[in-house]
């Protein structure tokens, strides 16, 4: 790795580590994309990646901030956490199985319909 890989690896980081604290996004809007594009990684690379990264220390330090402004709500994140062990682990087997292009694919169509849905809401 070259020192401009690093530190752009370490800049995508920071992007999307204040994209992460203002948003509560990052990791698959950011980091997947870049990590694909720029980066070169295959899309089950830079998921695989991006959630290796996304360890409970880095998660923690910004639910703390929103913890002490009293905008966490702990039961929820409990069984929100326990769902997405249990859905991380089965669509992980599922990723690693299908062919990187057609996952490439599908993770762009998924962004296009969160986008649009999101533009779209009333509320």
């Not at 639910?63 to 905008?71: D, F, P, Q, R």
Request: proline share 2%; net charge positive.
């Amino acid at each position: 790795m070259t020192v401009y890989y690093i530190g752009g690896v370490l800049i995508v980081g920071i992007v999307a580590g204040i994209l992460s604290g203002l948003f509560g996004i990052g990791g698959g809007v950011v980091i997947v994309p870049a990590l694909v594009m720029i980066f070169g990684l295959s899309q089950q690379t830079a998921q695989g990646t991006t959630l290796a990264m996304l360890s409970i220390p880095v998660s923690l330090i910004a639910a703390m901030n929103y913890t002490k402004e009293g905008m966490v709500n702990w039961k929820v994140a409990i069984f929100l956490a326990v769902g997405f062990m249990i859905g991380g682990f089965f669509g992980s087997k599922v990723a690693v199985g299908v062919d990187p292009a057609l996952m490439k694919k599908l993770f762009a169509i998924l962004m296009i319909v969160l986008a649009v849905k999101m533009l779209l809401d009333k509320k």
